[in-house]
């Protein structure tokens, strides 16, 4: 990486490391969403701060899932996929995501992974793309499967991949490029990536652009609609707390629904699943989205976990989380001995998404040490340590401990 993505962490201020945690205290008292952790259901004597890989269990989700599998399954058996509204539930859970994402309703639906509706979301905007463009810009900083799966999806439409850094991808936008794939934040450093405006300068290309929301949505504001998103794509398992292996989404704008053009047309998806004919017609809609039966079982965990942001507002999520993670800043400052490890989350709230990651010596065996002390992030290759701050269960005394253990650590 190069200078650029990272900022040092300051010298601790003289005095600080004896309030730290009575400041913690007090942010948590004053902390309107703090009560939501009642909402999830943690380990006892755990800082998890690892959300952005796995979210929590939400407390409702046990329950919920007996009754689907014990009573919707066991007792109805066949009935539910009408009498449980099995079969519409991905855009039933669609639409409960939505508002997360600033979509209006009608536009998303719940299934398969991320991987897979990446596939979908770029054959389909390069098929809605003008006719005569080559290009597909590709963040050159992605997650892998990103990058696997455009190179495959640019390989069947004839398109030639480019990777752009996103910093700079605005200038590559040129009158060749037919889609642009991003990641609205960067998985590894936590960088957030400007939505708004990288959207419009494709468009003024006159390009399509595919957002990858793995890493936003849930934790910041994305505003898809307000921002003419044409694409976008994101998984449920990690701020949206659907469970391990929870089935992705896939939007499609509203003003796209009757060109996109599905690469996997399955029987899902068909105007008329049940008439069973051998001619494809597609779905009006979001359904147009789905392809096969879908993983009901992870879908209904999924929709009771989607309860936990009942009554919340995601620009409170936001400034929470802005909140705990200059906080966690300002305590790693003070407890961990200086220059021993690096901040390459950009220190501007513009840039910087719902997690701090740190580049440090040995990271592997450092957070190793940390997961066996109870605070529990993860290593990314090569040298990064990163800690999610999931705003609806983690607190002000989390971010304190965790910085604390890792001065510990390096002390
Ligand atoms: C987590 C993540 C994925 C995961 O893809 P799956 O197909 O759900 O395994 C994809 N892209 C990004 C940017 C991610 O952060």
């Known amino acids: 990486m190069s200078d650029a993505t990272s900022n040092p962490i300051p010298e601790p201020t003289a005095g600080v490391d004896g309030d730290l945690a009575a400041r913690a205290a007090q942010l948590d008292a004053e902390d ?22 796995l979210g929590a269990l939400p407390a409702a989700v046990p329950d919920a899932m007996s009754d ?4 919707q399954w066991g007792e109805l058996l066949i009935r539910s996929w009408d009498e449980s509204d099995w079969w519409t539930a991905p855009e039933r859970i669609g639409d409960r995501i939505a508002p997360l994402v600033g979509a209006a309703p009608g536009q998303i639906a719940v299934g398969d992974s991320t991987s897979v509706n990446l596939f979908k979301a770029l054959v389909g905007a390069a098929r809605l793309a003008a006719p005569g463009r080559t290009r597909m810009l590709v963040d050159a900083t992605t997650f892998p499967t990103d990058g696997y799966i455009a190179a495959s999806a640019a390989r069947m439409t004839g398109l030639e991949i480019v990777p752009v850094d996103p910093s700079g991808a605005a200038e590559r936008m ?8 991003l990641n609205h934040v960067d998985y590894r450093t936590g960088r957030l990536h400007d939505l708004p405006a990288l959207t419009r300068a494709a468009h003024a290309a006159g390009a399509l652009v ?3 929301l ?44 009757d060109g996109f053009d599905s690469p996997l047309p399955g029987w899902n998806s068909h105007a008329e699943p049940f008439a069973m004919t051998p001619e494809y017609e597609p779905a009006r809609g979001a359904a147009r989205a789905r392809v096969g039966t879908p993983d009901i079982l992870s ?22 989380s802005l909140a705990l993670t200059d906080f966690f800043l300002e305590c790693v400052a003070a407890y961990v001995p200086a220059g021993k490890v690096e901040a390459v989350t950009p220190a501007g709230h513009a840039e910087r998404g719902s997690q701090v990651s740190l580049r440090c010596g040995n990271a592997r065996e450092v957070m190793a040490e940390l997961i066996a002390r109870g605070v529990v992030g993860d ?7 990163r800690f999610g701050f999931t705003p609806l269960y983690v607190g002000f005394a989390d971010a304190e401990r965790a910085a604390r253990t890792l001065g510990h650590i390096f002390g």
């Open 32 to 53: 309107g969403l703090g009560k939501l952790r009642e909402r999830f259901t943690l380990p006892d004597g755990v800082v998890y701060l690892d959300g952005n890989s």
């Open 299 to 320: 879908m209904l965990a999924l929709e009771s976990a989607l309860g936990v942001w009942e009554g919340v507002d995601v620009a409170d999520v936001r400034a929470k």
């Open 210 to 212: 595919v957002w990858d």
């Open 379 to 385: 290593f990314r290759a090569p040298d990064v340590l």
């Open 68 to 71: 689907v599998v014990r009573r």
């Open 214 to 257: 793995c890493h936003s949505a849930g934790a910041l504001p994305v505003g898809l609609d307000a921002h003419g998103v044409d694409l976008a794509v994101g998984c449920t398992y990690k701020y949206l707390n659907g469970g391990p292996g929870a089935p992705a989404y896939l939007y499609v704008a509203a003003r796209h629904q």
């Open 174 to 181: 040129t009158a060749d490029t037919a889609v642009v794939l």
